[in-house]
């Protein structure tokens, strides 16, 4: 894989800033792409099915269509099969990290307070072998520890 294909969706600006710095330190192959709601990203997957992401950082809470709604439309449809979905959420509350695992996220990554610690889960998350995770998805690893 030349280049991984990121895209993030959060409706916070500043949290997307921080998240196109903590890529860019971290000088890893990747080609990040932004939306700020669930609607923009399924736009965005739809109109490039051709040339899909590998990896949608997904935020719960977004205006328009929310992260639970855009995961659900994600894992309905077949065309994003080989996308990973990683949960990027301030929520901790356990009822939203279960709904999650259960609509079919990847994983799920509370939103770090210190950047040094953003740029630990990304890079995380980033080198995981989804491929082989795939087959071992289980709760007790769900939720990123940093």
């Known amino acids: 894989m030349n280049n991984l294909k990121i895209l993030l969706v959060d409706d916070d600006q500043d949290d997307r800033q921080l998240f ?8 890893m ?3 990040l792409h932004l939306a700020t709601n669930g609607k923009s990203c399924l736009q965005f997957l739809e ?13 719960l809470n977004m205006p328009v269509m929310n992260g ?8 309905g449809n077949k065309a994003f099969d080989d996308i ?3 949960i990027y959420s ?19 990554i509370h ?5 040094s610690d953003l740029k630990t889960s990304l890079k995380q998350v980033i080198k995981t072998n989804w491929a082989y995770k795939e087959n ?9 520890k940093i």
């Open 20 to 27: 196109a710095k903590a890529l860019q330190e971290l000088d």
């Open 29 to 31: 192959n990747v080609e």
């Open 47 to 59: 109109s490039n099915k051709d040339d899909q992401v590998h990896l949608v950082f997904l935020d």
């Open 68 to 75: 639970f709604e855009c995961l659900e439309k994600i894992k």
């Open 84 to 86: 990973v979905i990683a």
């Open 90 to 108: 301030t929520s901790a509350a356990t009822s939203d990290i279960e709904q999650t695992f259960e609509k079919g996220a990847n994983i799920y």
């Open 111 to 115: 939103k770090p307070a210190k950047f």
């Open 136 to 144: 071992n998805l289980d709760r007790e690893h769900f939720l990123l």
